[in-house]
């Protein structure tokens, strides 16, 4: 059965478009490549202990991979299915929509059936079509679970899609929310611009993929013209792979940063942290070498403290770049008070158990 946005319960809508910290849940295996269920339910309790207000499973930083050797389903049922024994409060639960139509399409019913509640459409699988194909397939997805837009970066297999495309996407009746990662400001604004444009800044909820550019796409808001008036439009919170690590302290970051907005003006202190946030990021995503080893990265911070057993990736070529161990030493060292290894090592073997 199809879902649209209006059978939404009215909590799990009102958590989404409020902003909310959504990270990017990631797949832990042994060391055998196989997966490893006990560390991926400490995984989905550490997101959920640290109070995130929703998770995103099956997606980049989860390795797109999963789909190729049968795990898919099996991934996104697990992360639903412990979610609910662990808590009972409101949780938006955004499931992972690649491919070309048809596997998209049956990935959102495959959504549907399991209890989620948006699904978070990858284009990269669309390749080569043009922006009329692009629409018809986001149209078809949407046709059959509300959908959160992606602008997943070139630099992972993303591609530039300009203003008028976001505008055509915003006008798509079943959006609920766009997820903005081009790590690039004027691409970022064309999505903007792009809501604005459709007039769905009230029913589509920003959310900043912007890894490299977290607070401040948080803190400030965006003036886009619009029929002789300007409309002012904000990113209301994050669904980040970045926050898939240091969880607890990316849910009060956000907080401090909503709390801000509302009492005005923002503290210098507060718009500082961007640069040291960024910073963090650029180990974790090893932006020295082109995102190699992004995945990886996050994987050894959560391996460090406990989470995981290890970094290991489906593919064996996935691993940390040279150098990189060293950037996560010198980021955890400089910026500790970001860090949340104290509540995890106090927790840790609740969600191990």
């Known amino acids: 059965m199809a879902l649209h946005r209006t059978d939404l319960a009215s909590d799990v809508l009102a958590l989404l478009r409020q902003g909310t ?7 832990a295996l042994d060391a055998d490549r196989r997966f490893d269920r006990r560390r991926q339910r400490a995984l989905t309790r550490y997101y959920l202990d640290a109070g995130v207000g929703g998770l995103a499973v099956g997606v980049h930083t989860t390795q797109f991979a999963i789909r190729d050797v049968g795990l898919h389903e099996p991934v996104l049922s697990a992360a639903i299915e412990d979610a609910r024994a662990w808590t009972d409060r409101p949780l938006v639960m955004i499931a992972g929509v690649c491919g070309r139509t048809a596997q998209a399409v049956a990935e959102a019913r495959t959504a549907v059936r399991l209890g989620y509640h948006a699904g978070l459409l990858s284009l990269a699988a669309m390749t080569g079509a043009n922006e009329d194909e692009l629409i018809a397939h986001a149209a078809a997805v949407a046709a059959e679970i509300p959908v959160v837009g992606f602008y997943l970066q070139p630099a992972v297999g993303g591609m530039t899609l300009d203003a008028a495309f976001w505008a055509r996407f915003a006008a798509i009746d079943n959006v ?106 650029a180990a974790f995503f090893d932006v020295a070498h082109d995102f190699h080893g992004c995945i990886a990265g996050c994987h050894e911070v959560l391996r460090r403290q406990g989470i995981l057993e290890g970094i290991w990736c489906l593919d064996p070529d996935e691993g940390l770049s040279p150098g990189q161990a060293e950037l996560i030493d010198r980021v955890s060292a400089e910026h500790a008070d970001l860090a949340d290894d104290a509540f995890v090592a106090a927790n840790l073997a609740r969600w191990l158990a």
Request: glycine share 8%.
């Open 21 to 27: 910290a959504i990270p990017a849940h990631p797949l």
């Open 176 to 281: 609920v929310a766009i997820k903005a990662a081009p790590f690039h400001r004027y691409r970022t604004l064309d999505v903007v611009r792009g809501v604005v444009a459709a007039g769905a800044e009230d029913r589509i909820t920003l959310y900043t993929g912007n890894d490299d550019h977290i607070v401040l796409d948080l803190a400030v808001p965006f003036a886009v013209p619009r029929g002789g008036r300007t409309v002012e439009v904000r990113f209301r919170g994050g669904l980040l792979g970045h926050w898939s690590v240091w969880t607890k302290k990316a849910v009060e970051l956000l907080a401090r940063i909503q709390d801000a907005v509302a009492a005005g003006p923002l503290p210098a202190e507060l718009l500082a942290l961007d640069s040291r946030v960024t910073d963090c990021n």
